[in-house]
């Protein structure tokens, strides 16, 4: 009954921006945390950055001060704004509905090369 759909993601070169969103239906959207994650080839995914239903954010260190969370109750939709990007940002990145457990997309790719 949860569906998340990840869109957004491409090719940028580094330094460059990007926002992925993600849009969920067949969910009580406001009342839950939000999350993004990413994974690597080869790599355990990992967490990015959450917004809850308040609107309290975290973020992983890695990430900190080049991406923002935000969320948008009355479209259903979570964004994740990307600046400064640099090539090991390079992933596929996955929202999910809930934490710290939830429902998951299905991911959407980022390239960041020149």
């Known amino acids: 009954q949860v569906q998340l759909v990840e869109y957004g993601g491409g090719l940028v070169q580094p330094g460059g921006s990007l926002r992925l969103s993600c849009a969920a239906s067949?969910?009580?959207?406001?009342?839950?945390?939000m999350v993004w994650y990413r994974q690597a080839p080869g790599k355990q995914r990992e967490f990015i950055a959450r917004?809850?239903?308040?609107?309290?954010?975290a973020y992983v260190q890695s990430v900190e001060g080049r991406f923002t969370i935000s969320r948008d109750n009355a479209k259903n939709t979570v964004y994740l704004q990307m600046n400064s990007l640099k090539p090991e940002d390079t992933v596929v990145y996955f929202c999910?509905?809930?934490?710290?457990?939830?429902?998951w997309g299905q991911g959407t790719q980022d390239t960041v090369s020149s």
């Open positions: 999910v509905y809930g934490w710290p457990s939830g429902y």
């Open positions: 067949g969910t009580s959207f406001s009342r839950y945390t």
């Open positions: 917004i809850s239903s308040g609107g309290s954010t």
